[in-house]
């Protein structure tokens, strides 16, 4: 990707970011079902665009979050503290993910002037050439 303007982000501190996420949520030694709860606990928000039934998103949610603490406190009986650093990591994961979505927003606004790898470009929608945005 050759990126000749100046990039306002500090991509190193975010890649940064990122790996410690990776490796503090490894470091919680979740199983499968947990992964597979805290993942279900991200995905079903009731902020995302488009979300009319905020209140049935929202009980939803909370029911997974329960889940979560049984399978949590069933998996983990020594170590009561895994399911509040779960918790802590859902703010966390949110402002990586915001991060990501305005490092993205730039490649969009930028992408006249740069050389993407086409599978990047594909993957996050993000035009090579004048004949995609028709």
């Given amino acids: 990707m050759n990126i000749s303007l100046n990039y306002p982000f500090l ?28 993942s279900a606990v991200v995905l079903l928000t009731a902020d995302r665009p488009g979300i009319t039934d905020v209140k049935s998103i ?13 399978q949590v406190g069933r998996n983990h009986a020594s170590e009561p503290q895994i399911f509040s650093n779960l918790l802590i990591k859902l703010p966390e994961l949110r402002n990586l993910g915001a991060r990501h979505t305005a490092h993205l927003d730039w490649f969009r606004m930028n992408w ?10 594909e993957i996050f929608d993000i035009p090579k050439s004048e004949d995609d945005l028709q």
């Fill in 58 to 70: 929202e009980h939803y949610q909370d029911r997974l979050i329960e889940a979560l603490k049984v």
């Fill in 112 to 121: 006249t002037k740069l050389t993407l790898p086409p599978l990047f470009a």
């Fill in 11 to 38: 991509q190193s501190e975010f890649t940064s970011s990122i790996i410690h996420f990776a490796s503090t949520f490894n470091a919680l030694s979740l199983n499968d079902t947990e992964v597979g709860l805290f």
